[in-house]
């Protein structure tokens, strides 16, 4: 997913840290409410300390949080909540962790449904689950500019 400056975040295909820019001025004309920017500024902060993770941070041999990964994920949570600033309820923070690997994992949970964002230091993917049967309940795919809004509408709505 490469992001570039348009007036707002837009992307295209898949995440690679080579083509990663940080906005340019405002990435939004829009006015979020202040409970968004909270949590947006939350979820910041929650990527942050993963930088202080080292290896073998959850006494388990885990890979230490790939610093890519996390870049790619600050910058995908600032394309995705000027994606959904305009939807209700908006940007709420997700419980931020890190994965075996090194990853970025970000989740939701909404009723029965749970959106599971995994940031790669080159890909982000998504799970969506909204039951307890893999072949039934669940999708998966690859997050990009065109599924954001969607995804969200679908993690948010009853």
């Known amino acids: 997913m490469s992001f570039e400056q348009h007036g707002a975040w837009v992307c295209s295909d898949t995440l690679s840290v080579g083509t990663l820019k940080p906005p340019r001025g405002p990435t939004s004309s ?8 909270v949590n947006v500024e939350a979820t910041s902060g929650a990527l942050k300390r993963l930088e202080n993770l080292g290896a073998n ?6 890979a230490r949080p790939n610093p890519q990964a ?17 939807l209700t309820p908006g940007w709420t923070k997700p419980m931020v962790s ?54 969200w509408l679908w993690l948010t709505n009853d």
């Open 57 to 62: 941070w959850d006494g388990y041999g885990s």
């Open 98 to 151: 890190a994965n075996e690997d090194g990853d970025v994992v970000m989740e939701w949970w909404h009723g029965v449904r749970k959106l599971t964002i995994y940031v790669g230091a080159r890909a982000a993917g998504y799970i969506k689950v909204w039951g307890p049967r893999i072949d039934k309940d669940m999708e998966d795919g690859q997050v990009v500019e065109g599924n954001v809004r969607p995804l």
């Open 30 to 37: 829009l006015i979020k409410p202040k409970h968004a920017l």
């Open 70 to 86: 996390i870049e790619a994920a600050r910058l995908l949570v600032q394309m995705m909540s000027t994606k959904i600033a305009v």
